[in-house]
């Protein structure tokens, strides 16, 4: 049974910095896609960041622009776990981060696997 877990959540303030840690389980990911998104209630979930693993040939990170010089994802491969660094944080950051892996990279919330999330809260 595939497992994500995330952690690292909480409250900081606006400026403030946290790291995001997700570990997937039950399988590897290690040629997939693990990703970022965020939700807040009545919107809908939002591309954050995501990584594209393909054995080291071409591996590659892409960020969403409004997290773009501010947040950073990166991850080990063999252990099919992700981090997001996020810095300069804003209030409008506030969310959910869910954690998501999939076959293929893509900024649409259709991924496979999803972990439960964890509750980033910035105060102004």
């Known amino acids: 049974q595939v497992q994500l877990v995330e952690s690292g959540g909480g409250l900081v303030q606006t400026g403030g910095s946290l790291r995001l840690s997700c570990a997937a389980s039950?399988?590897?990911?290690?040629?997939?896609?693990m990703a970022w998104f965020r939700q807040v209630p009545g919107k809908e979930r939002e591309f954050v960041a995501g990584?594209?693993?393909?054995?080291?040939?071409?591996?590659?990170?892409y960020h969403a622009e409004s997290v773009k010089g501010r947040f950073t994802i990166s991850g080990d491969a063999a252990k099919s776990t992700v981090y997001l660094q996020m810095n300069s944080l804003k209030p409008e950051d506030t969310a959910v981060y869910l954690c998501?892996?999939?076959?293929?990279?893509?900024?649409?919330?259709?991924?496979?696997?999803w972990g439960q999330g964890t509750q980033v809260t910035v105060s102004s």
């Open positions: 998501a892996a999939n076959q293929f990279l893509t900024m649409s919330a259709s991924w496979d696997y």
């Open positions: 039950g399988r590897s990911f290690s040629n997939y896609a």
């Open positions: 990584v594209s693993w393909t054995g080291g040939r071409d591996d590659r990170t």
